[in-house]
């Protein structure tokens, strides 16, 4: 399931350019995982990193004794300029690569990987003219995916711009034979599934694809807390398509009526560049349960004096609550149903402590809502009592 996009790229520092039409490819900095590799890789220049990571994604390795030639050859200050990673690509692996220039608004609009020079005053000191080099694998919308020698990593693209620079971009346009073994690719790294009624199931299909030219294997997915997954394809021969089946049930937060998370999906398989592969689904919870405040104060409670509050609380439709159970003997709870209106159905809480119970000091009592139509997890009201002694 999902596809992988391959291609090479590289770039080289211009004073003066034009923009033009580009087809623009990627060079992953790789996650150099093999024996050695993220040993040796770590504490590389950005600008060696992407010569190795370029050559691997290109089906060929560079071995150690090179890779420590070229960072002896560029030790910092004067590290590999990008007109250095040019040459160096150029010569390696046989290909010629052609330099573009774009703003930052263009580089957003492209949904294809390249890799680019960030031109700014922050960033990385081995790079000449400050700035970094850095391999965005996707950059879709308000996010992006970058691959550097740890493996991938999705930020938005307002972070990308903030740590690496990002006043402009130098894109590079490498010619590329294509992938070598097993390469997973999703159609989409970041999907918005719109409004999700909180407690209440969605269902949610990924849709993946082998790009590789051997077969790719699934190994796990990892999906937490609100998602679940249901079933994901196994096995895809090269050019397959397969999907993953997912659940997302985001849990209650009463304090929160509507707020957007994003959950993510992890997928381990055989892919040799990127062996896990991070999917990001967001989503604007609406709060099925709405209630002034879910914490419920009681300043003055004793053994001899009890306290009393009386809450509003609506349920959206179609939810219905059904009970609230106190975690503690101290607190009861009655329950009214004032109404029914088209925004849903309207229940008036009467909570009651009584301190006899309780030693002094502050005391937070949660109270579980039963609810019908939705899931009930993290549906809760806190009674806070101030226990003082007679």
Known sequence: MGDVRSSGGCVVPITHGWLSYVSLTVALLASLTGAGWAEDTHDLPCGVEAVVGMARIMGQEIDEGTIEEL??????????????????????????????????????????????????????????????????????????TIVQHDGPKLISAEQLRHEYGGDAVLLTELPFAGPV????????????????????????????????????????VEAKGSVECLGATAALAPGEVGEIELSICPRHRLDRPSDTRTFFVHVRSNDPIRPRTSVALRCTVVEA??????????????????????????????????????????????????????????????????????????????????????????????????????
């Open 71 to 144: 960072a002896g050859h560029y030790p910092p200050p004067n590290s590999m300029s990008l007109l250095d990673v040019t040459r160096e690509l150029n010569a390696r692996l046989g290909v010629k690569s052609q330099v573009w220039r774009a703003s930052w608004s263009e580089l957003l609009g492209l949904d294809q990987p390249h890799v680019v020079h960030l031109l700014g005053t922050s960033g990385c000191s081995d790079c000449p003219g400050g700035g970094h080099v850095v391999a965005v694998e996707r950059l879709s919308g308000q996010w992006a």
């Open 181 to 220: 073994g097993p390469r997973l690719v999703f159609d989409s790294y970041v999907s918005d599934l719109g409004n999700i009624l909180a407690g209440q199931p969605r269902p949610c299909r990924l849709t993946l694809r082998n790009q590789g030219t051997a077969p790719l294997r699934i190994s796990r």
């Open 289 to 390: 349960v709405i209630v002034k405040s879910p914490v419920v104060y009681f300043p003055r409670v004793t053994a001899t004096q009890s306290g009393e509050r009386t809450i509003a609380l609506e349920c959206r439709p179609p939810v219905k609550l059904l009970n609230a159970t106190p975690s503690h003997p101290a607190v009861t709870v009655e329950i009214e149903e004032t109404g029914e209106t088209l925004s849903g159905t309207h229940y008036q809480l009467r909570l009651t402590v009584r301190g006899e119970t309780l030693q002094p000091g502050i005391v937070e009592i949660p109270i579980a809502l039963q609810l019908e139509g939705v899931e009930s997890e993290g549906a809760e009201l806190i009674a806070r009592v101030r226990v003082w002694p007679d």
